[in-house]
């Protein structure tokens, strides 16, 4: 009875034992899958800033921290990219598209989503986030649609008007909390607020157009209205009116010689008015931040630039978005981690800690209380500021700027330059859009 039995237990043991085993493996198979699980439910999110790190860095790395704890089984991986917006850090960006390898979603320049698009390097996100279109300022919406469809969201934006300084004005007998309201006052102001210095020079310069941070398509706006045929997608700078802003600028120009201006200026530095040599000019919110740093005891007004009867609003919005480039290996991750960077809330956040304007209005409504004076003033233009066209840096931003240069020197007709610029653009949209 002895041996059956000692049989019998040992069948048991070696039982015993393959069950141990198999579930030994069993766990391991399915520690694996999980490992492999979590590993596959991860995304690479690309951000740049264009200032300082400090504050903005920390609110990027605030962003990973919300989300995972919102989304534990997601991992982020984040990676600074600099600024997106036609440097070595796109070069990297498009080598990472081009390999298969693309990140997840992208802090991006806005203002070439349009091309990205077109190129095939973005992926519509109108199947994540729906029809956006009621929810933005206008013009950040025009710089992420193309062909009908959606390829970003807007996210931060900023916006122009002109400054003025008050002791100038106040000099001169101008009202210093009213800026000139039409273009003729504007012309009119400028040449009383002038100072010649008694040498063919200027001590002080009332204004001139091609200084600030309003550029050529700027004026455009301002003289002649849309510079993009959006039915078409084709460029058009050299209409009638355009022309006639282009020969209001020649007129400065013969009036405040190109060169001298730039003599009068130079080594001046351009946060202080150009060492208050300058009475008014066309800039961005944000340099307001930078003057009041530079001189504290400096007061200034701030308004919407005029324009004529014919012509329209000039102001324009910069600004970012976040996209999802085609190839993305992550699309359901991708798709979460967008709908939570771009949420009212954040964009509330990165004002108070960047000063970048929101563009969801909702996120406008919440600030409206906390915006600066000048903000306040210059976002009360958000409903009709143009965003910007496709292409717009280097072709549209380059080339309008180029032909302007050449009026205000009087190097050429306004008619001239324009038509060369339209003829270059139309090359441009041919060669990069197919139109």
Partial sequence: MDQPLGRMEAGKVRRAHRFAV????LAL????????SAQERKVVFYYNWGGAVGAVEEFFLRLEEGFEKENPDIDVEMVRGGVVSGNADLDRLLTLIAAGTPPDVVHFERSIVTEFAAKGYLRPVDDIVG???DEFVPGTIQEVLFRGKTYGVPFGTDIRGLFWNKDDLAETGYDVDRGPQTIEELDEMAARLTRPDGEGGFSRLGFIPWLGNWYAPGWLYTFGGDILDGENMAPRVNTPNHIRGFDWIQEYGQRYPYDVVGATLAGQPHTTFY???????VNYHGWANLVTQSIPSLEYGVGEMPHPPEGSNGTWLGGQAYVI???SRNVDEAAKLLEYVTRKEHEVAMYRIGHRLPTRWTAVAEIEDELTPVDAMLLRQADVAWGRPPLWY??????????QVKVAR??????????EAQRQLEQAFLEILGE
């Avoid at 198979?29 to 492999?36: E, F, I, N």
């Fill in 325 to 327: 480039p085609a190839g």
């Fill in 22 to 25: 198999f579930t030994g493996i």
């Fill in 29 to 36: 198979l399915l520690a694996l899958a999980s490992s492999v």
């Fill in 394 to 403: 280097p072709p549209f931003y380059t080339i309008t700027n180029e032909a």
């Fill in 410 to 419: 009087l190097q050429e007709t306004p008619q001239a330059a324009l038509d």
């Fill in 275 to 281: 060492g208050q040599r300058l009475s008014m000019i």
């Fill in 131 to 133: 029809s956006i279109e």
